[in-house]
């Protein structure tokens, strides 16, 4: 690991212990600037690896500017979801859909079939069952009186099923660094579902949801450095 790579690490989780505490001391303005920072360094971090490794080689390998455009909408969908949650998680939806799009270029790219990771199937089943258990559960049963959730959810639990067996059938640290990153992100959004709709004052689950989301981007945006270009 380069020495570069550590100091972004270690500012990038430094302005997650901060985002911690402001996050729950009810200052838009402190959170806000926090997030926003935070956003702002992943999306700066991949797009710089991505610019640095992808230049020489754009022809061959335009296939990883889709998982860049995913990056720019969770950070677009990052920032609008501090002024609304709808529009923030529609910008997040349509980015979910795009890391799902790029795993299946990813698979062709690579020289992979569908036949190899068709269990994904069962991943999303086993992802979205979870979910579906938790809003017909007594403790969570608002969850399912929301309409919202109900598209939301299937689609991403989609992109880190897809993601997960890339990973183990291709198995680079790339592909690895990503579905880690993915399903982080995937379990985060859980979280917020159950703190928006249902544990509305918990500390604990927003800190929770925090946590996996940002440390999930975290590890994404790494990965792009670990890009094996052709």
């Known amino acids: 690991m380069e020495i570069y790579q550590i100091v972004y690490i270690v500012l990038y989780l430094g302005a997650l212990f901060t985002y911690f505490i402001v996050e729950v001391r009810h200052n838009f303005k402190n959170r806000a600037i ?42 677009i969908g990052d920032v609008v ?36 990771i068709w269990w994904f199937i069962l991943i999303w ?10 809003a017909f559960s007594k403790k969570f049963n608002e969850l399912k009186k929301h309409v919202p959730p109900w598209g939301y959810m ?12 890339l990973a183990i059938v291709i198995h680079n640290p790339f592909i690895i ?15 917020i579902m159950i703190n928006h709709y249902v544990m509305k004052k918990s500390k604990t689950c927003l800190r929770i949801n925090s946590g996996l989301y940002f440390i999930g981007l975290l590890i994404i945006s790494l990965s792009i450095t670990y890009i094996i270009f052709i």
């Open 125 to 134: 089943i086993a992802f979205f069952g979870t979910y579906i258990l938790l």
């Open 177 to 191: 660094l990503l579905a880690i990153g993915l399903t982080l992100f995937t379990a985060s959004d859980f979280f």
């Open 81 to 116: 979801l501090l002024f609304n949650f709808i529009i923030g998680g529609i910008s997040f939806l349509i980015g979910n859909i795009v890391f799902t799009v790029f795993g299946f270029l990813y698979m062709n790219f690579t020289g992979h079939q569908f036949v190899e």
């Open 34 to 75: 926090v997030k926003i920072i935070m956003a702002s360094m992943f999306l700066i971090y991949a797009w710089e690896e991505f610019l640095r490794l992808y230049y020489p080689n754009y022809v061959a390998n335009w296939v990883y500017f889709v998982l860049l455009i995913a990056i720019t909408l969770a950070y």
């Open 154 to 165: 299937p689609i991403v639990c989609l992109h880190s099923s897809v993601a997960i067996p």
